[in-house]
């Protein structure tokens, strides 16, 4: 056994094609994807952006991230809607996120996400949001 910090790629590839089949065949005979959206400044570097990773019919928003001076502008909005619309195009219906952040549940229920989970950590005074969007 190995256990490593970080992305491992390879190992990453051999779960995926693994777990493929077994998840949600019913809806989608595609293998499991990943969705990425980037942002990018004039100079096409990015700077921001989503990645989620398209199971059966679910989109998982796994990472969406923008710097502090191009919040509140829009940008969050278009990155998630670009990638419900992909999502959508390679036969996903709903779409999930978790955050403990309050900011970010607010920010996705303005974009027609509804919690569906709390999860409360006492200890650490934390809470994980689960937010569920039905296109």
Known sequence: ??????????????????LSPMLHPQHSSRPASWLCVALQDEQKSSVGGMIGLMV???LSVDLLWLPT??????????LLREAE???LKEGCIDAYVGTSSSDAC???EKNGYVARLLLYN???GLTQTTLQKHF
């Open 1 to 18: 056994m190995t256990v490593t910090e970080g992305d491992d790629p390879e190992l990453r590839s051999i779960l995926m094609q693994g």
């Open 56 to 58: 059966g019919a679910w």
């Open 69 to 78: 001076y191009l919040r509140k502008r829009g940008h969050g909005t278009a």
């Open 85 to 87: 619309r992909r999502a």
């Open 106 to 108: 607010g920010f996705y």
């Open 122 to 124: 006492p200890y650490a």
